[in-house]
């Protein structure tokens, strides 16, 4: 319950046990009190008439200030409302968004001040976080392309290393890739918060980029035995970046198969509805805690199933989609129980976007 609801509650409390007092008291006065007079045959004096309207105006005035006062806290107060109002809608992205002032010089203006600058040391720390990790990502990229290159070279020239040099080098060769994939998708991110990232808005065809999807899918699922379905494909068109929407595809069945069972099936579908195009892929693995489910998308969160069965990823898969999505004005969920996991995306149809 909010703070005004709490007070209203007490005064209105404190009203009606006043409004019962005053009930009470003009029944006393006015009909109990002169009954009594006329059985024992006692006049009632007129200065004694006066004294008694005096009490009860006296007493019925303390209801009235009392509603008074209920009015003026509920004006002082509302401020206050706004200014949590405002404050909810506070995201990373708005920080610089100033909150509403009342001017009055009081506290509620000076917490709305303090929250302001605030916001404004917020927004600069997050922009030289995001400056630092595009920065150190593309610091990143040229020694790993060079240690690759080295790599790959050794393995492909060297005639005279061992068995055992080979498999060492292989696996630094893979780590070297992986470590790749991480800075790729971390200078993605981070251009994206900055705004630096440009679609290429174009009409594309969602069921061709699914059927393309399906055929790199099979490909994937073929080393753990995970059968792909392919369930309904309409033939919807959006307005959007093909690579971006390819390389979310990508993902989603990506992550799909990995985190499926030895053996399990990955169903791709794809329709229409309510002016939206619908995807849904859906896996057969041991699926997400509910805990865990409402923070699958956020930066480089896995949970204790790919960390105990040691599955390639980093937890940035699928922050990648939601800014893809987001970016085409879509919306992307996720629901998971014991053996079936879906993830559903929603993207605006081309002739609703025109």
Same mark, same amino acid.
């Given at each position: 319950?909010?703070?005004?609801?709490?007070?209203?509650?007490? #005064?209105?409390?404190?009203?009606?046990?006043?409004?019962?007092?005053?009930?009470?008291?003009?029944?006393?006065?006015?009909?109990?009190?002169?009954?009594?007079?006329?059985?024992?045959?006692?006049?009632?004096?007129?200065?004694?008439?006066?004294?008694? #309207?005096?009490?009860?105006?006296?007493?019925?005035?303390?209801?009235?200030?009392?509603?008074?006062?209920?009015?003026?806290?509920?004006?002082?107060?509302?401020?206050?409302?706004?200014?949590?109002?405002?404050?909810?809608?506070?995201?990373?992205?708005?920080?610089?968004?100033?909150?509403?002032?009342?001017?009055?010089?009081?506290?509620?203006?000076?917490?709305?001040?303090?929250?302001?600058?605030?916001?404004?040391? /917020?927004?600069?720390?997050?922009?030289?976080?995001?400056?630092?990790?595009?920065?150190?990502?593309?610091?990143?990229?040229?020694?790993?392309?060079?240690?690759?290159?080295?790599?790959?070279?050794?393995?492909?020239?060297?005639?005279?290393?061992?068995?055992?040099?080979?498999?060492?080098?292989?696996?630094?060769?893979?780590?070297?890739?992986?470590?790749?994939?991480?800075?790729?998708?971390?200078?993605?991110?981070?251009?994206?918060?900055?705004?630096?990232?440009? /679609?290429?808005?174009?009409?594309?065809?969602?069921?061709?980029?699914?059927?393309?999807?399906?055929?790199?899918?099979?490909?994937?699922?073929?080393?753990?035995?995970?059968?792909?379905?392919?369930?309904?494909?309409?033939?919807?068109?959006?307005?959007?970046?093909?690579?971006?929407?390819?390389?979310?595809?990508?993902?989603?069945?990506?992550?799909?198969?990995? #985190?499926?069972?030895?053996?399990?099936?990955?169903?791709?579908?794809?329709?229409?509805?309510?002016?939206?195009?619908?995807?849904?892929?859906?896996?057969?693995?041991?699926?997400?805690?509910?805990?865990?489910?409402?923070?699958?998308?956020?930066?480089?969160?896995?949970?204790?199933?790919?960390?105990?069965?040691?599955?390639?990823?980093?937890?940035?898969?699928?922050?990648?989609?939601?800014?893809?999505?987001?970016?085409?004005?879509?919306?992307?969920?996720?629901?998971?129980?014991?053996?079936?996991?879906?993830?559903?995306?929603?993207?605006?149809?081309?002739?609703?976007?025109?």
């Amino acid at each position: 319950m909010t703070l005004r609801k709490r007070l209203a509650l007490r #005064y209105g409390l404190i009203v009606g046990a006043c409004l019962l007092l005053l009930g009470g008291l003009v029944e006393h006065e006015f009909i109990t009190e002169p009954r009594e007079r006329k059985a024992l045959g006692i006049p009632e004096l007129p200065e004694t008439l006066w004294i008694e #309207y005096a009490e009860v105006f006296f007493y019925g005035m303390i209801p009235l200030v009392l509603t008074g006062g209920w009015w003026l806290m509920r004006r002082t107060l509302a401020p206050i409302g706004k200014l949590a109002e405002a404050v909810e809608q506070i995201h990373a992205g708005n920080l610089r968004q100033s909150l509403p002032r009342s001017a009055e010089g009081d506290e509620v203006d000076r917490l709305a001040e303090v929250f302001n600058c605030m916001s404004v040391r /917020l927004d600069e720390s997050i922009q030289q976080m995001r400056h630092f990790t595009l920065h150190a990502s593309h610091e990143l990229k040229t020694p790993l392309t060079i240690m690759r290159i080295q790599l790959e070279a050794m393995l492909q020239e060297d005639k005279t290393l061992s068995p055992e040099q080979l498999e060492w080098l292989e696996c630094e060769l893979g780590e070297v890739q992986r470590l790749t994939k991480i800075v790729d998708a971390l200078t993605l991110l981070s251009k994206a918060d900055t705004g630096l990232v440009n /679609l290429d808005r174009k009409l594309v065809r969602l069921e061709e980029l699914l059927l393309e999807s399906f055929e790199d899918a099979q490909i994937l699922g073929e080393p753990s035995g995970v059968q792909i379905i392919l369930d309904e494909h309409e033939d919807s068109e959006v307005l959007g970046d093909r690579d971006r929407l390819r390389q979310l595809l990508l993902n989603l069945t990506d992550n799909a198969i990995k #985190y499926n069972r030895p053996g399990g099936q990955v169903t791709m579908a794809l329709r229409e509805r309510d002016g939206m195009a619908e995807i849904e892929i859906t896996n057969t693995g041991e699926g997400i805690p509910p805990a865990l489910q409402s923070r699958v998308f956020e930066r480089f969160m896995r949970g204790d199933e790919a960390r105990s069965r040691a599955i390639e990823g980093c937890g940035l898969g699928l922050p990648i989609c939601r800014w893809i999505v987001q970016a085409h004005d879509g919306t992307i969920q996720l629901s998971s129980e014991p053996g079936r996991t879906t993830v559903t995306v929603r993207l605006p149809l081309a002739k609703e976007e025109g």
